[in-house]
Antibody, heavy 124, light 108 residues
């Protein structure tokens, strides 16, 4: 059973770069769309971006200019960098794996594996 | 890009049936998946595709789609079903992930 674990600093200064890593254990990194998702305090889920196991990336248009997601297959990890952070980037950050299935002519996307989340606070 | 719209909050009496909805143009192309999130915890997948439950999810959770509206039904709501529920899909060209704003479910 695939498990995910986020790691990285819990406190980042304004204008600096937020860096997080998600370690994949218990299974292969292949076949999944690996996403970063965040949740500001008291608010809903916001998708940040994903990297497919082939290396293809896509980002939320609202964050695209500040985001980079990379994949290290040798370490079974994928990473997030978000630069020029402000207090608005304070959130719980989750990594998740999204799977695509084609069944009876229809496409299903679903995130069946999630990390526990890590809290990142942007403050001086 | 595409949006998914959910009601902010709903309540249900213990043992009664609850239907949550998620509306968006991309749902004409892709099925929604649904996640339950309890305070301080990560979201958990409860339904995906046409009407598929992951292992361990009770059969009181079921789903359907009609046009651009996906529904999650909880038949015989239990106290432990009190949580936030989010729908998820892809936008119509499949390049971006989208989440609904979430529905807070209260079991009375």
């Amino acid at each position: 059973q695939v498990q995910l674990q986020e790691s990285g600093p819990g406190l980042v200064k304004p204008s600096e770069t937020l860096s997080l890593t998600c370690t994949v254990s218990g299974g292969s990194i292949g076949g999944y769309y690996w996403s970063w998702i965040r949740q500001p305090p008291g608010k809903g889920l916001e998708w940040i971006g994903y990297i497919y196991s082939s290396g293809t990336t896509n980002y939320n248009p609202s964050l695209k200019s500040r985001v980079s997601i990379s994949l290290d297959k040798s370490e079974n990890q994928f990473s997030l960098k978000l630069n020029s952070v402000t207090a608005a980037d304070t959130a719980v950050y989750y990594c998740a794996g999204e799977w695509l299935t084609l069944f009876s002519g229809s496409y299903y996307y679903y995130m069946d594996v999630w990390g526990k989340g890590t809290t990142v606070t942007v403050s001086s | 890009s595409s949006e998914l719209t959910q009601d902010p909050a709903v309540s249900v009496a213990l043992g009664q049936t609850l239907r949550l909805t998620c509306q968006g143009d991309s749902l004409r192309t892709y099925y929604a998946s649904w996640y339950q999130q309890k305070p301080g915890q990560a979201p958990v997948l409860v339904l995906y595709g046409k009407n598929n439950r992951p292992s361990g999810i009770p059969d009181r959770f079921s789903g359907s789609t009609s046009g651009n509206i996906a529904s999650l039904t909880i038949t015989g709501a239990q106290a432990e079903d009190e949580a936030d529920y989010y729908c998820h899909s892809r936008d119509s060209d499949s390049t971006h992930v989208v989440f609904g704003g979430g529905t807070k479910v209260t079991v009375l």
